[in-house]
């Protein structure tokens, strides 16, 4: 215990290659960084530009010019992480986007 403590603060660093696949509806904070953000209705809102971890569920930071918005990674709201077109899909709640 004594040696772990001066790790305190320190970053644990993974080879991209050596994490485990993110199973069905996860994915890595990492993944979303960069990501595009678009309603279901095809509206584009920003890009991820952080996640947040709340310790109730994440939160993406969401990032269109002078404008953020913060968006819950939670089922109701994420409707797809297309990592291949490079977006997340998000049907957002009522008042969500509000500026």
Do not use: K
């Amino acid at each position: 215990m004594t040696a772990a403590q001066s790790l305190i603060g320190c970053e644990v660093c993974v080879p991209e290659g050596q994490l485990p696949p993110a199973g069905p509806g996860e994915v890595y904070h990492y993944e979303l960084m960069g990501m595009a953000v678009v309603t279901t209705g095809g509206d584009a809102i920003g890009v991820v530009a952080a996640v947040i971890a709340t310790g109730g569920n994440d939160v993406c930071v969401v990032r269109d010019g002078a404008h953020e918005h913060l968006i819950p990674l939670v089922a109701g709201v994420v409707q797809q992480v297309d990592r291949e077109r490079s977006r997340l899909v998000i049907d957002p709640l009522p008042g969500l986007l509000d500026r």
